[in-house]
Structure formats: structure tokens, C-alpha cells
């Protein structure tokens, strides 16, 4: 990441930024395409789901320890706002949220006054707005970029509005790939256009959207992922939040365990971000744990997680009301974003 | 810590379950719990201590049960059997319904009962046990309105005497309970020592649920509560635990003639294919061998890995194991609990610690006390000890093969024969292996799925009998009759020896050839006047030996298409319809009566109903709550020996013989005692009808001489009597030994009727494996 705050995390409570500085975690350059093993990737729908239903049952987490893993999830929020209707104004707004997440008062009491969400997430036109908002916070612009969500305008214009948003300041890329490629079976296609996203994104770090919903099979996934980090994508996301079914824990459990794989084999961690659909603080929850016990603790930082969400917000700051009085919240309660 | 502290560690912390209500209601029971006799508690006598064993607190005094409290408890149940029965299905049902009612509304009490008093993680009690027991009340409660209509023809079997283990206390008396209780019977249930709780909890629940007095009885105590049980005077034992226990039971009701289901140990194989999905299977082995620390009967304890894969499995098997919580059962994020006790647990230890292959225990934290680490054992043969030995623990032992051919072959090698898991993403390979597999579960990309609707059982040393499903209701439920004495048939006798035209050496039938007995001895047999007629041939041990190898190397014909079956079934009623006068003439010289004719009419047509049988008797897909097939599948046994009624020669082989074979099994037959000579010229029928060598073998001589060995005999799955109660006791006491299958008459059947043939006989000559199919793109 490029910001260059010097506190520790500890000290604000926050930014997956900051410990990158100290500790930053090597960019996955990517790997020629590798078709022995991507054939070779299998996934079970059934023992898949089974291990995805089961998970909310096997891990719980209750006071000061939920209360700890909501404000991490905060920390891991690309606060997003993607419409068709969105001004400098309503971007503004959304910025002053991710740089205060929660009500004053209550961080203070959880002792995470500088919690901030991850980043923020927005179309390229909004880029500029973002910047100067966050000017400061040591937050991220993140722009989804390659004709989002469907990914089916011109390829040189998908390039270009890579280059485009990089040059307004966007720091994180949110790409979207072409999923006639996977479903055509196209994996050298697939490698291509993620190799030439990843260039058109310089130093701006690169997410992979699959849109998990529109690849027919967990098999399909899990191979499109293993291309996309062979490419050199520094994080794989499932959906654009414009699909039917967005994310889903199988989904999920198929990403994150081709994300070990290559972490295995090749020694770089990409990360992951979930998007659409998670809405609730126990969801939330459930995802730490899945990611926690596939993926292990290293991956429970912003600079390897993230989720894409725009109401999982609300739900947080409710829960964390909870725990700090003891009574049940209201949503009129929390500034809105 | 701080939630600043904890935002940085991300750790788990701790989420325990209350269990004060739990204690709650043990303290409002007295703390002290007498048995369950008649719809009420008696006063606790002598007790003893169950302890948690995750904390050692003790949590209450349990009835040590004395022979007046189990004679009590049957005689209760004696007297509530009959109207309980006449009750009907449909009041049953009533009964039935309202016990899953409230074992829906205490299901946070039983869970935590049971966690508290197993050791099992809460998540497991209260996710699995509870819910499946729930069902299991459900679906029967669903058999009992439909039994009227869909079992005409069948009854309760009276008391039944059901003893269970301590893994799954609950889950286990809902499988014993429900069905026995559907189908009109009563019971007296004792529940192990260590884990009595739920099912006192469960007593509290029929007298909640009006269920009438008597019904329901729990006894409590140790093992030699048990022993009472099955000494007593019941009508059925049904038992779930060792299968050292199991022996001593089948060996104990020898005789007895009442019906035995056994539910014993395994050594589960767990087959992983090089084109599976590997983080899945290794996540299913945490379900498989980690699930309620592996004190589970159908553990996959045995992990069979295709060789090109094992060491990256093992890889990534170890790091899974390393990040297993262990410890306090009754928090919700434990994976392993505590061990039942610290017997178990030492035992555990022992076992493992005189292993001669590479020991990895899973590097998570291990708490002080009743726990044992998550064990994987790799570089084993299949010749090394716990390769063969049940643990009974989290202990997974690991091997590797290389083809299809070899897994089954591996999977194969064990006295056990309970459950298996297959992987594999080739639809080809995991269906090829899943019927080759000597198992009575097989799950196909999954492990430990459970459900009323499907049956559960196993097959060798893993016992016998189903539970749940149709086929469950088997165990239960016997066909209404009154049965006739069966009067001994002797054998005609004389001592005129009248020179014959040509003689005629009668031999025996083994392997497709006739066959000189191995004692070189033969029995003169007279007609009703006394003359000779011929020389039976008396069969030994080691003709024993020998028709069971020839029927042993006669696999082929499990394999054979049921149309094909059916018409070599026909081929011999054809054959035999050729010579029937014969045949009529023979056994009426022989029987010295004069209904041969019609013996051989009815003959031919038993022939022709099997044929009729052979493709159509059909598995069935169970409705168990998945996406997926629950396929229950109609095996044939393998070999049976079948020893046949004396009273008809000809009709009483053939009905023993045409159902085995119908249904894919190779078959030993001991011809009758008395008329031999008609099964010695039964063989040239089989010899010009084109049965493949082995499936058929006959042997002539005395039940009582050859039944021992028979019954003994551990390559023969299961055997069959209906030559009167001597020989009953004989097969069933020796069958202690393998613990095969028994069908063992003692009273006259009516071969002539037909009652001589149809369902029963098809059911006692398959096995049922139920093969677990889930899908999903």
C-alpha cells in the first residue's frame, strides 16, 4: 500500500496500511499459467456446504470478543456506494462515515477511537470527490473499473479506464473479469486479460471480481481463481453486488481455500473480498471465523480482507451500542452514511 | 483482555453454554434417580456416581438395578404390551408424536444433559444428537399410523429388551424406543452406566406425554443389568455397543428363539482417490474421526489415500488437525470434547502408544484432565495392529492404495463391517466402489450422515439387523401366526438288502461336481417296506470345507444380472418339469407317502415364483432430508448355508435354494436328514440347467453332526435352520463366533402354502446398504 503513516497499529486502532509499512506484505506478482493445476482444482458443492452450514454452529463469540471482531470487520469494510444516482454530495457523506464508522462515545468506551472503515469504494467518476474527502485519513479510494459490472465494453477501454482511475487516485482497482472466458472454458483468455488489467493498474493494487453468481459451478470458481491470482491479482472478489446471488459462505470456502493453495505452493498471499449481501453483524462474524480456520489469523487485516458491503455498517454500529449500554439499539441512533 | 487487546489477537475466547437449568432439573429430581418401572420412579437404593467427565463433578446419583427392579420392569412391560398393541397404529402414533413434540421443546435441556454427562461438544448435542432424535420419533410416529395398512400381516414382537451405549445416549434410545414402540411392542431399555441422564430425562417426557404405564421402562446401572435384561424373559434383545458384548449376547439368547439385532463396532475405511476433492475430504475427516472425539461406531477411522496423493494430504490433514479446539465440551466453539472417561481415555493412550507407525497429535492446546489429542497415525500396513483394532477414540489410522480394485480390497480387509466413506469427483469411480465395499452404510462424498428414514446397520463383526426406514421395522415386527409344533421326521428303516439292476452311487454335489464324501462313509436308506434303495453319502467337516470354498469362488454370480438369474430359476423348473413323474415317484418311494406328485408341482412353481422374484425386489430411495440419494440397496448375503426341512425333500430345498440364489447368493445346502436321495437326484437337474458351478452345493448327512461346523464356519454370512430347536441352538450359539446372520425356525412352516415363500425369504437373503449420494454442480 502506498499511504505512509508511522503509528502502529495499536495506536490507532486501525489500517492495514500502517502495518504494511512496517511489515508489508510482498505483492503477488503472479506466476506463469499453471493448466495442470487448475485442472486439477475440485470442489464439492455438497461437502462444501455442508462445511459452510455447519461453521456458524462450530464458532460463536460473545461479548468483549464480538464486540472486538465487529470492530475488526469495521476495519475490513470497503464502504461502497455504486448507483446510477450518486453526486459529490452523497460521496461526501459516505466519506465522513468511513472516517468515523461509529459514534464517538462509543469507540472511546472500546478503546478504538481511530477506527476507520478499509476503504471506500465508488465508480470512477466519484474518485476525485473520495480523495479530497479522505485527504489525510490514510483511507483508500477503491474505483471498480472494466465496465462494471458487466465487463463487456471495448477491451482498450476496459485498459484505459484502469489508467483513468489510477490517475484520479484511486489506489485499489476493483476489476471486473469476462465471464464468457471461464464459461467457454478460456483459461488462457481468462490469464491474458487478468495479466493486462493487473499492468494497467501500476502500483494501484488489483481486485478480481468473478462474479461468482453468473459462473455456473463451484468448479468454475475455484479455477477461475486459481487463474486470476496465476495472473497476478493482489485480491479475488466474488461479485459485483449487481448479480442475483452475490456472496454466498460456499463461495466463499472454495475462494479462500484456492487462496491457501497458491499461498502454499507459491509463498504470496492474495487476499479476499466478499461483496453483496452481507448485511447482518453475525454474518460478519461468521465470515472472520470461516476466514480465521481456513486461512488463519494473518489474513484477518484489511491489507488481505475485505468486505464489500454498504449496510453491514448499520448493523455493527447497533450491536456495538449493545455492548457498550447493554440495551438494544435503534438505527435514528447513528449518524448514516 | 481488553476489546482493544482482542481486536489486535483475534482469539475465540470463551462462549459456554448455561448449564444451570440443566442442574436445575437434576436438583429437582432429588439428585438421586431411581428406575423407571410402570410410569413411575422407584425409590433410589444402591447407587453410584455420574460424573462429567470433562470436569469430574459428580452431577447425580444413579440405580444400581437389582434383579427384582428388572424382573418388575418386564413384568410392567409384559402387562402394558397387549393393549398397547391393540391400541392400534393409528392410537400409537398419538403417543409417538407427542414424545418428538417434547423432545422438540426440551431440546436445549437434553442437549446440555448430554453434553454434561458424555463429554461431547454442545454444538454436537445440540446440532445432531437432539434433532436426530427428534426425527427418529417423527418418522415413527409416521410408521405407527401407517402400520395397519402397510404391514398387513406383521405384529409386535411383545417385550423387547434394549441395552445402549454411552456415545450417544439419547440418539441411541430414540433408534431403540421409536420403532419398537411404533410397531406395538414395550420395552425395558438400559442405558450405560456412565451416560444415564437424558434417558431419565427422557421417562420425565412420557409421563408428560400420558404414554400409559408400562410402556416405557428404564433400568439403570452397569453391565450386569445387562446381563439381566437379556436373561430375562423378553421377546426380543436389541443392543448397540462392543462387539465383545455382542458375542456374549448371541451366544447367551442361543436357543432361546427370540430375535437379536446387534449394532457393534467397525473399523471404518475412509477411501480417498487421487480426483476428489481434497480440502473437502479432509474436512470431512474431522466429521468422520474427530466427530464426538471418535467414539463413534462408524467412525472413518481407517483412511485409505491414493499413493500419488497421500503426502500432500497428509500435509494438509495435519495442518487441519492442528487447528481442532479442544476442551470444555459445553463451550460452543469446541471441536473435541472430553473423553466419556478416564478408563477410555487410558485405554486411548494405550493403544496409541504401542503403535509402531509415525504418531502425529494435533499441536492445539490439550486441557488437563479427560482429553486425548487428535491422532493421526500414518505408515502403517494393513498388518499392523491398529490398522485392525477398534480405538474407539480420536485416533486415525492412515494407509494407501493404488487402484480402485486395491482400495475396495483394502477397505475389505477387516473383520468389521459397518460403514465407509468413498471420494471421488468421478461418478464412475465412486459408484463402482461403493458396492464392493462390505459395509451396511457407504457414504459417497461424505461421512456420518444419519436419518430415520434410512437404514443403519452393519454386516461381519459390525452385527446385524437395520435400524430406521422400512427395513428397520424388520427388527420389530414378526409375521402374525400361530405356529405348530414341529414334529421330528425319522427316517424309514429296514434291513433288507436286495440286490439293485444298476447301482446307484449317490454322491454329494460340490463346486459342480459330484462329489465322494470325504469320511468315505454312506448311510443305507429303506422304503416304507423296508427295502434298500440306496446309499446316502454322510458329509464331514471337511466337505463342509470344501462346498464352502467352491461357493466362496462362485463370486461371479453375485455379479450376474438379475434377468439372467431368473433364467437359469427357470431353466430348472423347466428341467424338473421334465422329469416330474420321476421326481414324484422317487419322493414318494423315499417318504414312503404319496403326495410326491404335488411336491414337485409346487416345486416348480416355488421355482418360478423366485424367478418371478429375482428382478423385482427392488432397494428403495430413501427420503432423507438432503439433496442427494439415500439409496437403499438389496445385496445378496454372500454365502448361506441353509440346513432343510426334513418333511419335504424336494420342496424344502427348494425353497431354501431358489430365494438365496434368486437374490445373488451362493448357497450350501444340507439336504434332508431323513429323504436325502431326492437332493441327490435334484443335482442333475441343476447340472443340465446351466448353474455355474458353486452357486449350488448339497451336502447329505446328520444336521446335528454338520451344524456346528457351519455355524462356525466364518466364511459363510449367514446361515439357515429348519430342522426343529436343537439345531437352532446349535447355529446360533456358534454363530457367536463371526456373528453372522441366523434364520432359525423351530416351529413347522407350511411348505405347501404361501407362507413357504415370498418376502421373508427374499429379506433373510439380502443385505440392505444403504449408499449415501449427495449431488450438487
Known amino acids: 500500500m502506498s499511504h505512509t503513516d508511522t503509528m502502529t497499529a495499536l495506536e490507532t486502532g486501525q489500517l492495514p496500511q500502517v502495518s504494511a509499512t512496517h511489515n508489508p506484505e510482498p505483492r503477488n506478482p503472479g506466476i506463469p499459467l499453471d493448466m495442470d493445476w487448475v ?145 467457454r472454458g478460456d483459461w488462457q483468455g481468462l490469464y491474458d486479460e487478468m495479466v493486462a488489467f493487473r499492468k494497467a493498474c501500476g502500483p494501484a493494487h488489483v481486485k478480481a471480481i468473478l462474479a461468482t453468481g453468473e459462473l455456473g459451478t463451484l468448479q468454475n470458481v475455484a479455477r477461475a481463481s486459481l487463474v486470476c491470482m496465476m495472473a497476478g491479482a493482489d485480491f479475488i472478489k466474488t461479485s459485483t453486488g449487481k448479480e442475483s446471488v452475490n456472496a454466498t459462505l460456499p463461495v466463499s470456502l472454495v475462494m479462500i481455500r484456492a487462496i491457501r493453495d497458491f499461498y502454499d505452493r507459491t509463498g504470496f498471499r492474495v487476499g479476499y473480498k466478499p461483496a453483496g449481501g452481507i448485511s447482518k453483524a453475525k454474518d460478519a462474524v461468521t465470515y472472520l471465523a470461516l476466514i480465521k480456520e481456513e486461512l488463519g489469523d494473518r489474513w484477518l487485516r484489511p491489507d488481505l480482507f475485505r468486505f464489500g458491503a454498504s449496510s453491514l455498517l448499520g448493523d455493527i454500529e447497533r450491536q456495538l451500542e449493545h455492548h457498550v449500554t447493554g440495551a438494544y439499539s435503534a438505527s435514528w441512533r447513528h449518524p448514516i452514511g | 483482555m481488553t476489546v482493544k487487546d482482542i481486536f489486535e489477537t483475534m482469539d475465540y475466547g470463551a462462549a459456554p453454554e448455561a448449564a444451570g437449568d440443566a442442574l436445575a432439573w437434576i436438583t429437582d429430581q432429588g439428585a438421586r434417580f431411581g428406575c423407571f418401572i410402570d410410569g413411575a420412579f422407584a425409590a433410589p437404593v444402591e447407587t453410584f456416581e455420574t460424573k462429567s467427565p470433562a470436569t469430574g463433578e459428580v452431577l447425580a446419583e444413579i440405580t444400581q438395578a437389582t434383579q427384582a427392579d428388572v424382573d418388575a420392569a418386564v413384568n410392567a412391560a409384559r402387562r402394558a404390551q397387549g393393549k398397547w398393541a391393540r391400541l392400534g397404529g393409528k392410537g400409537r402414533a398419538r403417543y409417538l408424536y407427542a414424545l418428538a413434540r417434547l423432545l422438540q421443546k426440551h431440546a436445549r435441556l437434553l442437549a446440555v444433559l448430554e453434553t454434561m454427562d458424555n463429554g461431547k461438544p454442545i454444538r454436537e448435542a445440540r446440532d445432531i444428537d437432539v434433532p436426530l432424535a427428534q426425527r427418529h420419533f417423527y418418522h415413527h410416529a409416521g410408521m405407527a399410523q401407517l402400520m395397519d395398512a402397510e404391514l398387513p400381516g406383521r405384529e409386535a414382537l411383545g417385550v423387547c429388551g434394549q441395552i445402549i451405549p454411552w456415545n450417544f445416549p439419547l440418539l441411541m434410545l430414540a433408534w431403540k424406543v421409536a420403532p419398537a414402540l411404533a410397531m406395538g411392542n414395550t420395552v425395558v431399555l438400559k442405558p450405560a452406566e456412565w451416560t444415564s441422564l437424558t434417558a431419565l430425562c427422557f421417562a420425565d417426557l412420557c409421563r408428560q406425554a400420558g404414554l400409559p404405564k408400562g410402556v416405557v421402562n428404564i433400568v439403570t446401572g452397569d453391565g450386569a443389568v445387562g446381563e439381566m435384561i437379556v436373561a430375562s424373559d423378553v421377546d426380543k434383545i436389541a443392543f448397540t455397543g462392543s462387539t465383545e458384548v455382542g458375542r456374549k449376547i448371541r451366544a447367551a439368547t442361543a436357543g432361546r428363539g427370540i430375535p437379536l439385532t446387534l449394532e457393534l463396532g467397525g473399523k471404518s475405511p475412509y477411501i480417498v482417490f487421487e480426483d476428489a476433492d481434497i480440502d473437502s475430504a479432509v474436512e470431512g475427516l474431522v466429521d468422520a474421526i474427530w466427530f464426538n472425539g471418535g467414539q463413534v461406531c462408524c467412525a472413518g477411522s481407517r483412511l485409505l489415500v491414493q499413493e500419488g496423493i497421500s503426502e500432500a494430504f497428509h500435509a494438509k490433514l495435519r495442518a487441519r488437525m492442528d487447528k481442532l479446539r479442544i476442551g470444555n465440551p459445553l463451550d460452543k466453539s469446541i471441536d473435541v470434547g472430553a473423553i466419556v472417561d478416564p478408563e477410555q481415555k487410558n485405554r486411548i493412550a494405550a493403544l496409541v502408544d504401542a503403535s509402531d507407525g509415525v504418531i502425529h497429535r494435533a499441536a492445539c492446546a490439550v486441557p488437563d484432565g479427560c482429553y486425548y489429542p487428535p491422532t493421526l497415525i500414518t505408515g502403517l500396513s494393513t498388518a499392523s495392529p491398529l490398522m485392525q483394532e477398534e480405538v474407539f477414540g480420536p485416533v486415525l489410522v492412515s494407509t494407501t492404495f493404488r487402484t480402485p480394485a486395491e482400495a475396495a480390497e483394502v477397505a475389505n480387509n477387516t473383520r468389521y463391517g459397518l460403514a465407509a466413506s468413498v471420494w471421488s469427483e468421478n461418478i464412475n469411480t465412486a459408484l463402482d466402489v461403493a458396492p464392493k465395499l462390505a459395509a451396511g452404510v457407504v457414504w459417497v462424498n461424505g461421512t456420518n450422515m444419519f436419518d430415520a428414514a434410512a437404514p443403519f446397520g452393519g454386516v461381519r463383526e459390525s452385527g446385524f439387523g437395520r435400524e430406521g426406514g422400512w427395513e428397520g421395522l424388520q427388527a420389530y415386527t414378526k409375521p402374525v401366526a400361530k405356529p405348530k409344533a414341529l414334529k421330528p421326521v425319522a427316517a424309514l428303516k429296514g434291513e433288507d438288502a436286495e440286490p439293485q439292476p444298476v447301482d446307484r452311487t449317490a454322491k454329494l454335489y460340490i463346486g459342480g461336481k459330484q462329489a465322494r464324501p470325504d469320511g468315505g462313509y454312506a448311510r443305507n436308506i429303506f422304503d416304507k417296506r423296508g427295502r434298500l434303495i440306496g446309499q446316502a453319502p454322510i458329509a464331514n467337516r471337511k466337505d463342509v470345507r470344501n462346498a464352502v470354498e467352491a461357493a466362496r469362488a462362485a463370486k461371479g454370480w453375485a455379479g450376474a444380472s438379475a434377468h439372467n438369474r431368473a433364467q437359469i430359476l427357470y431353466y430348472i423348473a423347466e428341467n424338473l418339469a421334465a422329469r416330474a413323474d420321476e421326481f414324484a415317484a422317487r419322493i414318494d418311494l423315499t417318504t414312503g407317502g404319496s403326495k410326491g406328485a404335488a411336491e414337485v408341482e409346487a416345486a416348480i412353481s416355488r421355482l418360478f415364483t423366485y424367478g418371478a422374484w429375482a428382478d423385482k425386489f427392488d432397494g428403495r430411495v430413501a427420503q432423507a432430508p438432503m439433496r442427494g440419494l439415500a439409496v437403499a440397496l438389496r445385496e445378496p448375503c454372500g454365502v448361506i448355508a441353509a440346513l432343510c426341512p426334513d418333511a419335504f425333500p424336494l420342496l424344502g430345498l427348494v425353497s431354501c435354494m431358489a430365494p438365496a440364489i434368486a437374490m445373488g447368493n451362493r448357497t450350501v445346502l444340507v439336504a434332508s436328514e431323513p429323504f436325502p436321495l431326492v437332493a441327490t437326484d435334484f443335482y442333475q437337474v441343476l447340472e443340465t440347467s446351466d448353474v455355474p458351478a458353486g452357486v449350488v452345493n448339497i451336502l447329505t448327512g446328520a444336521a446335528s453332526e454338520l451344524a456346528p461346523t457351519l455355524a462356525s464356519h466364518v466364511d459363510i454370512e449367514a446361515v439357515w435352520s429348519f430342522c426343529g430347536a436343537d439345531v437352532a441352538q446349535t447355529i446360533e450359539a456358534g454363530a457367536a463366533g463371526n456373528l453372522k446372520r441366523t434364520w432359525t425356525e423351530r416351529t413347522a412352516r407350511d411348505w405347501m402354502g404361501d407362507v413357504g415363500e415370498g418376502r421373508e425369504f427374499l429379506e433373510a437373503a439380502t443385505e440392505v446398504k444403504t449408499v449415501w449420494v449427495p449431488y450438487g454442480a
Open chain 1, 39 to 183: 485442472m486439477r482444482a475440485r470442489a464439492n458443492r455438497s461437502a462444501i456446504e455442508r462445511r459452510a452450514a455447519t461453521l456458524p454452529g462450530r464458532r460463536s463469540v460473545k461479548k468483549e470478543h464480538q464486540a472486538a471482531w465487529l470492530a475488526r470487520a469495521i476495519s475490513c469494510i470497503d464502504l461502497t456506494t455504486l448507483s446510477g444516482d450518486d453526486t459529490p454530495g452523497r460521496v461526501l457523506r459516505l466519506c465522513t462515515k468511513a472516517r468515523n464508522p461509529v459514534r464517538a462515545d462509543i469507540l472511546d468506551t472500546l478503546g478504538l477511537p481511530n477506527l476507520t472503515t478499509g476503504a471506500v469504494c465508488v465508480y470512477h467518476d466519484m474518485i476525485g470527490d473520495a480523495v479530497r474527502a479522505l485527504d489525510g485519513t490514510g483511507i483508500p479510494v477503491a474505483a471498480v473499473s472494466t465496465g462494471f459490472p458487466a465487463g463487456l465494453s471495448p477491451f482498450h477501454l476496459r485498459i484505459a479506464e484502469i489508467e483513468e482511475s489510477v490517475k484520479a487516485g484511486a489506489e485499489e482497482i476493483d476489476i471486473v473479469i469476462s465471464r464468457r472466458l471461464v464459461l
